[in-house]
């Protein structure tokens, strides 16, 4: 974290915890990668989504969807890539990456109102 700065989800969820993990999530992960300009942080979060459910790690689907939306991802397209890979990644992967998504779809239509 910069001085004078909000600290980072990372910091907010760990913080002296795990100082090293914090470090590496901002500063290499979201500092570095995320910054590369040969992918847009939309389709990323496109890459970022389907990769997390094929390996299995819906929990962080929590924070991906609605960082994929603020990266210009619809909802159409989430849906999209769930349904998809339930023929590559498994089915019970793609019915609880649909869970998350669809509450977290759900509740960003209710805010909208």
Do not use: C
């Not at 459910?53 to 397209?77: D, R, S």
């Amino acid at each position: 974290m910069t001085e004078g700065s909000a600290p980072s989800d990372m910091e907010k969820l760990f913080g002296a915890f795990a100082p090293k993990l914090v470090s590496l999530t901002d500063d290499v992960l979201f500092g570095d990668i995320w910054e590369r300009p040969e992918l847009s942080p939309r389709d990323r979060s496109l890459v970022t989504i389907a990769g997390l459910l094929a390996g299995g790690n819906i929990e962080q689907l929590n924070w991906h969807i609605p960082y994929g939306l603020n990266n210009g991802l619809t909802e159409t397209e989430i849906t999209e890539v769930i349904t998809h890979l339930a023929f590559y990644a498994g089915w019970p992967k793609a019915v609880s990456a649909m869970t998350v998504a669809k509450r977290i779809l759900d509740a960003e239509k209710e805010e909208s109102r």
